[in-house]
T-cell receptor, first 110, second 116 residues
Framework: RKEVEQDPGPFNVPEGATVAFNCTYS??????FFWYRQDCRKEPKLLMS???SGNEDGRFTAQLNRASQYISLLIRDSKLSDSATYLC???????????FGTGTRLQVFP | NAGVTQTPKFRVLKTGQSMTLLCAQD?????MYWYRQDPGMGLRLIHY???????AKGEVPDGYNVSRLKKQNFLLGLESAAPSQTSVYFC???????????????FGPGTRLTVT
């Protein structure tokens, strides 16, 4: 079983739609959680960290469910510029590494 | 600030040739990482370093060597390139807190390597 699993998509949604991605992680010692965004042929960049209480940044909302070991990302009012691959990322306690999911591809169409 | 830079951006090698990829960061980060990214495989950690003079193996270290002689530089070497090493290579760096919570990783623009 992969340590971090995501639905690869693609998710094809119209502008203005709301879309949600889920990610599951297998190691209960995971301590830090992130969503990264990667545009085609570019490097990954941090979209947002995920906190236990949930957090929101504009149109983006991230949630963490430790009991079920999953993380979610909700994007409201999708824009064409949101088209990208979204990577779920986890840091396990007392390791110096991040574990990346394989990513979920989002395509927003006009 | 330039952030994280990588050289070269593109390279084509013949099987058996060697090369070194250079990563440099100007953010005074302690931690640096080398990843490879292949279609359907996501980012896989090759080697990493938690400080000057230290290195450690990641998930896929075979066929690669690294060195961190200076805090700002992290070199990735391929001694004898193989077609299986055709990939996009990303370098990253980050802070960490005193209790080893990893902060945001900043990535370089990547090196596209083809081995024929």
């Amino acid at each position: 079983r992969k340590e971090v699993e995501q639905d690869p998509g693609p998710f094809n949604v119209p502008e203005g739609a709301t879309v949600a991605f889920n990610c599951t992680y297998s190691n209960s010692a995971s301590q830090s959680f992130f969503w990264y965004r990667q545009d085609c042929r570019k490097e990954p960049k941090l979209l947002m960290s995920v906190y236990s209480s949930g957090n929101e940044d504009g149109r983006f909302t991230a949630q963490l469910n430790r009991a079920s070991q999953y993380i979610s990302l909700l994007i409201r009012d999708s824009k064409l510029s949101d088209s990208a691959t979204y990577l779920c990322v986890v840091n396990i306690l007392n390791t110096d590494k991040l574990i990346f999911g394989t990513g979920t591809r989002l395509q927003v169409f006009p | 600030n330039a952030g994280v830079t990588q050289t070269p951006k593109f390279r084509v090698l013949k099987t058996g040739q060697s090369m070194t990829l250079l990563c440099a960061q100007d953010m005074n980060h302690e931690y640096m990482y080398w990843y490879r990214q292949d279609p359907g495989m996501g980012l896989r950690l090759i080697h990493y370093s938690v400080g000057e003079g230290t290195t450690a193996k990641g998930e896929v270290p075979d066929g690669y060597n690294v060195s961190r002689l200076k805090k700002q530089n992290f070199l990735l070497g391929l001694e004898s390139a193989a077609p299986s090493q055709t990939s996009v290579y990303f370098c990253a760096s980050s802070y960490t807190t005193f209790d080893r919570f990893l902060d945001e990783q900043y990535f370089g623009p990547g090196t596209r390597l083809t081995v024929t």
